[in-house]
């Protein structure tokens, strides 16, 4: 069962690869800094056989990985073109992992950088959630619905939030976040 996920979405790597190169070349662009690919499977479309924990890591790891800065960077968004408006899909283990990291004290910025190609321009729509530890506060005292929808004919659970909520920045805010950071 290690190879479920993986098998179910083996078609979807290159896109993904895609996106996680995109994030990297960008923020290396913009602020100067040396970001690396850590992720499991993150920016390549080779198949790597078992689970998070066969492979040294951990379910949910973030994508890329700024270590002169001690950030963490999640890659994220969906394969098909949307809408400005529609509603951002995140999976839980992305958060959970990541809220473990934030209480911990591991890392001093962690990132989600959702990227999406605009459904009427075909633009790339870049944006994100900083995920401190009062964004994790937001959470607990008003969490986002959880919604499972039917994709590849497999149900997924997703944590949805709305494109306007307070805690979706853009991405010039997310490279100020990455710069600002001491």
Not at 81 to 92: A, H, N, Q, S, Y
Not at 105 to 123: A, F, M, P, T
Not at 133 to 149: L, S
């Amino acid at each position: 069962m290690s190879n479920f996920w993986k098998d179910a979405y083996k078609d979807s790597w290159e896109q993904s690869a895609t996106k996680e190169n995109l994030i990297k070349e960008i923020i290396e662009a913009e602020t100067g800094l040396r970001v690396d690919i850590v992720g499991l499977g993150a920016g390549t479309t080779d198949y790597i056989s078992g689970s998070a924990q066969d492979n040294n890591h951990e379910k949910g790891d973030a994508d890329l990985y700024i270590e002169s800065k001690d950030i963490h960077i999640e890659v994220t968004g969906p394969n098909v073109p949307m809408m400005i408006f529609d509603d951002l899909w995140f999976r839980p283990d992305k958060l959970n992992n990541t809220y473990k990291k934030v209480v911990t004290g591991e890392g001093k910025l962690h990132l989600i950088v959702h990227v999406q190609d605009d459904k009427q321009n075909g633009k790339k729509i870049i944006r994100g959630i900083n995920l401190n530890k009062q964004f994790f506060m937001d959470v607990k005292a008003n969490p986002y619905p959880i919604i499972t929808p039917k994709i590849r004919g497999n149900v997924e659970k997703y944590i949805e939030v709305n494109p306007k909520d307070k805690h979706i920045i853009k991405l010039e805010q997310i490279i100020e976040l990455i710069k600002n950071e001491l």
